[in-house]
């Protein structure tokens, strides 16, 4: 069984930075891709930028690319979520999630997920 927690939310301005964490325990974290998806009041969850196994492949939803940059550290069974540039409508509760679908399927989809966190909030406001 693999747990995931998340770490690093909290209250922002527009324009500021977080960084958010996942740390794994009871199994290694490299056996499978990682995801950050979150979710909005009032709209689906959605993936925001996902990573293969080794780190070698990312990928980013369109409205967060060249702010967010995805990274994991599978020695420290930890992967992570450094977000810049922050705007309102990044406001959400962020989920960390490990699956064994494609990097690009890990955020597309909410679904066929093997294990979840339970999310840290974001909330970017002046």
């Known amino acids: 069984q693999l747990q995931l927690v998340e770490s690093g939310g909290g209250l922002v301005q527009p324009g500021g930075s977080l960084r958010l964490s996942c740390a794994a325990s009871g199994l290694t974290l490299d056996y499978y891709k990682i995801g950050w998806l979150r979710h909005a009041p009032g709209k689906e969850r959605e993936g925001v930028s996902c990573?293969?196994?080794?780190?070698?492949?990312?990928y980013y939803q369109d409205s967060v690319k060249g702010r967010f940059t995805i990274s994991r550290d599978n020695a420290k069974n930890t992967v992570y979520l450094q977000m810049n540039s922050l705007k309102p409508e990044d406001t959400a509760v962020y989920y960390c999630a490990a699956g064994r679908q494609p990097v690009q399927a890990m955020c597309g989809t909410t679904l066929m997920k093997d294990y979840w966190g339970q999310g840290t909030q974001v909330t970017v406001s002046s």
């Open positions: 990573i293969s196994n080794s780190g070698t492949f990312t």
